[in-house]
T-cell receptor, first 111, second 114 residues
């Protein structure tokens, strides 16, 4: 079983729509959760971090965490073509210094 | 320089060569990381240094040898690599190694092993 699972996509949404990206993780002891955006040929760039159950909003981005279901999601409102990238879900393991990344979801926003 | 820098950005080496990757962080962080990113695979954590001490070593082959001389610099020494080691090698840093703080990534070194 993979530590962090994401739908690889590709996910396509029209400009202005809401893009919904999902992630599940296996380690129930995990406490820290992150979403990174990675443009082709570039390094990952942090978008959101979330540590407690519920929603966390930052501009057009909302991260949602449900520890009981071991589920993290990222919503992008009013999607823009510049949001087209691969989105990586990352989870800090419950013990030690392990970080686990998903394979990423490729998002395309169609103008 | 700001953030996390890595040199070289691109490296082509033969299987018998010895080379080193360099990472420098200008953020005042005390933890540094090496990751490997291969196509269609998740980022793989290779090494973690906290306060200049190695705290994680994820069963990485001995042909990869990390070095952390101080909290701002991290090296990855390479020798007798294999073609399957070709990948993007990313360095990251964070304020604390416990994982509460976010990691910031450098631009990466694209490594090709012939």
């Amino acid at each position: 079983q993979k530590e962090v699972e994401q739908n690889s996509g590709p996910l396509s949404v029209p400009e202005g729509a809401i893009a919904s990206l999902n992630c599940t993780y296996s380690d129930r002891g995990s406490q820290s959760f992150f979403w990174y955006r990675q443009y082709s040929g570039k390094s990952p760039e942090l978008i959101m971090s979330i540590y407690s159950n519920g929603d966390k909003e930052d501009g057009r981005f909302t991260a949602q965490l449900n520890k009981a279901s071991q589920y993290v999601s990222l919503l992008i409102r009013d999607s823009q073509p510049s949001d087209s990238a691969t989105y990586l879900c990352a989870v800090k393991g419950g013990t030690g210094n392990q970080f686990y990344f998903g394979t990423g979801t490729s998002l395309t926003v169609i103008p | 320089e700001t953030g996390v820098t890595q040199t070289p950005r691109h490296l082509v080496m033969g299987m018998t060569n010895k080379k080193s990757l360099k990472c420098e962080q200008h953020l005042g962080h005390n933890a540094m990381y090496w990751y490997k990113q291969s196509a269609k695979k998740p980022l793989e954590l290779m090494f973690v240094y906290s306060l200049e001490e190695r705290v994680e070593n994820n069963s990485v082959p001995s042909r990869f040898s990390p070095e952390c001389p101080n909290s701002s610099h991290l090296f990855l020494h390479l020798h007798t690599l294999q073609p399957e080691d070709s990948a993007l090698y990313l360095c990251a840093s964070s304020q604390d190694p416990e994982g509460i703080a976010e990691q910031f990534f450098g631009p990466g070194t694209r490594l090709t092993v012939l």
